[in-house]
C-alpha cells in the first residue's frame, strides 16, 4: 500500500492523528517546545549531576534543586515526546511542578542568599538560564490546554 | 584551544541560528540549504572537539577536565540532535527546532572558552 504522504507518523494502530489527538503534543510548536525542555533538561541534570558529585559540600541545597529540576525537564521532555493521554497528565505536574519550584526557589533565592552559595537553576527566577525557566512552564501550561486529550 | 576556532564557531552558530530564523518567520520548511549550513557547524564542532581534547591533554594549566569535556562532547552532540529533531517536523516549527540547537550552541561555545580560559 503506497504510503499516504500528508499522514504523521502513527504510534502502533491508532491510525492518523487528528490535530488534537494522540502525537499531536510532538508536532507543531511542541515540537520547539520539546527542544528547549531537552535543552534545560541535559544542561540542569549534567550540571546538577557533577555539582552533587564533586562539590556536594559547597551548596548542597543548590546543587540538589538543580538537580531536581533538571530530572523535572527530562520527565517533560519524555512526556510531551510520548504524547500520549497518560504522558499529557505526566506533562501536566511536571510543568506544574517546574511552575511551584521556580517561583518558591526564585523568591527564597531573592529572600535569603545564605543558603544558597552558588547559583542553582531556579535561583533568581532562572536568571543563569535567561529567565527560560520562568517562561517555559507558561508555555508549557498553554501547549497543554491546546492540545488537552478529549 | 584556539580562540579563533572558538570565535568561528560561534560566528556560525549565530548565522545558521539566523537564517533558522528567518526561515520559521517565513513559514519556510527545512531545506538542503540550511542542512547544509548545519553540517558546516557541525564539522567546526567536531574540529573543536578535536582540538579541545588535545589541548587538554597537553595544557600544564589547570583545567576541570570533567567540565570542559563534557562541553566538547555537547557542542558535538547538539547540532546533530537539533537537525534530527527538526528533521521530523514538516512545517515551520522544524526551522524553530533549528533556531532553538543553533542559540544553544552558540552559548554552549561562549561557555566553553569561558571554562578553557578561567579553569571553571
Known amino acids: ?55 556536594f559540600s559547597e551548596a548542597p ?55 544558597f552559595p552558588d547559583g542553582t537553576v531556579w535561583g533568581e527566577f532562572g536568571r543563569d538560564y535567561g529567565w527560560v525557566p520562568l517562561l517555559l512552564p507558561l508555555l508549557g501550561l498553554a501547549w497543554l490546554r491546546r492540545t488537552r486529550p478529549q | 584551544m584556539t580562540p579563533v576556532l572558538a570565535w568561528a564557531c560561534g560566528v556560525l552558530a549565530v548565522v545558521v541560528a539566523a537564517l533558522a530564523g528567518i526561515a520559521t518567520v517565513r513559514g519556510h520548511r527545512l531545506d538542503d540549504r540550511l542542512l547544509i549550513a548545519v553540517a558546516v557547524l557541525e564539522a567546526a564542532m567536531l574540529l ?35 537537525a534530527f529533531w527538526a528533521l521530523g517536523e514538516k512545517s515551520r516549527w522544524g526551522t524553530g527546532v533549528l533556531l532553538v540547537a543553533a542559540l544553544t550552541s552558540a552559548i554552549l561555545v561562549v561557555r566553553l572558552e569561558q571554562v578553557w580560559s578561567t579553569g571553571a
Not at chain 1, 504522504?5 to 520539546?34: D, F, I, K, N, Y
Not at chain 1, 505526566?90 to 535569603?112: P, S, Y
Open chain 2, 48 to 82: 573543536q572537539a578535536v582540538i579541545g581534547f588535545v589541548a587538554l591533554a597537553v595544557t600544564d594549566r589547570s583545567v576541570d577536565g570533567v567540565v570542559f569535556g563534557s562541553y566538547l562532547v555537547t557542542t558535538v552532540l547538539v547540532p546533530v540532535v537539533g
Open chain 1, 1 to 55: 500500500m503506497p504510503e499516504q504522504p500528508s499522514s504523521h507518523r502513527t504510534e502502533g494502530a491508532e491510525g492518523a492523528v487528528s490535530p488534537r489527538g494522540s502525537g499531536a503534543m510532538r508536532h507543531g510548536p511542541g515540537r520547539v517546545l520539546v527542544a528547549v525542555y531537552a535543552v534545560l533538561g541535559l544542561s540542569a541534570t549534567v550540571r546538577g549531576s557533577y555539582q552533587v558529585l564533586f562539590h
Open chain 1, 61 to 115: 541545597l543548590a546543587y540538589l534543586l538543580s538537580l531536581f529540576a533538571g530530572l523535572v525537564y527530562v520527565v517533560a521532555t519524555a512526556a510531551l515526546v510520548r504524547a500520549t493521554p497518560r504522558a499529557w497528565q505526566v506533562a501536566l505536574v511536571a510543568v506544574l511542578v517546574e511552575l511551584v519550584g521556580v517561583l518558591t526557589v526564585g523568591t527564597l533565592t531573592i529572600l535569603d542568599t545564605a543558603d
